[in-house]
């Protein structure tokens, strides 16, 4: 069933939904999102990524362990960061998310705010609403990734497949922190 945001449900859409984006999406992340969550939650990278082979050869990871893109671990087949009680789910590290689950299902189409082609999503979102918000974080998303696909590229130019992906988690949180003014926050 399609749901309208404007159509006076007083319930946000994604409660009813039980969050299945959640469930259906391998969230693959970038530096940024790497270092939110390990600084955020005070972990180590290690425990909470998986590694997937590369989808793009010229962007994927090149360390011991093969040529990698980095995603969030899964558990019993959604987001491990997904915690379920009964019908209702929510994420746990919803400060820290990854981008990507920030924006979903939102893009930018044709220098507007549209949503996403996908037939994931069940509610129709009145984009007006998200406009402006939704615009500055795809932004920096974008940004972010841009970043990321750059540290790609340092690390393969230097490193090509002779160190282990815990250098390379190690080296990408190093840049983003270098990166940060002093009094930024981590969202
Ligand atoms: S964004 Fe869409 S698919 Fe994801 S939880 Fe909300 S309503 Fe469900
Ligand atoms: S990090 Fe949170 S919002 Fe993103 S997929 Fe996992 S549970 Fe869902």
């Known amino acids: 069933m399609t749901v309208s945001t404007t159509g006076g449900t007083k319930e946000f859409p994604c409660i009813s939904c039980h969050t299945n984006c ?5 969230i693959f992340v970038n530096a940024h999102d790497v270092y939110r969550l390990s600084i ?22 090149k360390v011991k362990e093969g040529l990698v893109d980095l995603a969030l671990k899964q558990k019993d087949g959604a987001c491990g960061f997904l915690v379920g009680s009964g019908d209702i789910f929510r994420c746990t590290v919803n400060e820290f998310k990854p981008g990507v689950c920030k924006s979903y299902p939102f893009q930018i189409k ?8 996908s037939k994931m999503c069940p509610v129709d979102w009145d984009t007006k609403e998200f406009e402006s918000m939704m615009a500055i974080h795809l932004k ?3 940004a972010e990734w841009k970043f990321y696909d750059d540290l790609i590229l340092e690390w393969n130019a230097k490193h090509w497949i002779k160190k282990p992906l815990s250098a390379f988690l190690k080296f990408i949180v190093d840049k983003v922190a270098l990166s940060m003014p002093s009094d930024s926050s981590l969202v």
């Open 22 to 26: 959640c469930k259906e999406y391998t």
């Open 40 to 61: 955020g939650l005070g972990v180590e990278p290690e425990s909470f990524i998986e590694i997937y082979g590369a989808k793009d050869f010229d962007l994927g990871i």
């Open 110 to 117: 044709n220098g507007r705010l549209a949503q996403m082609d």
């Open 140 to 142: 920096k998303d974008e």
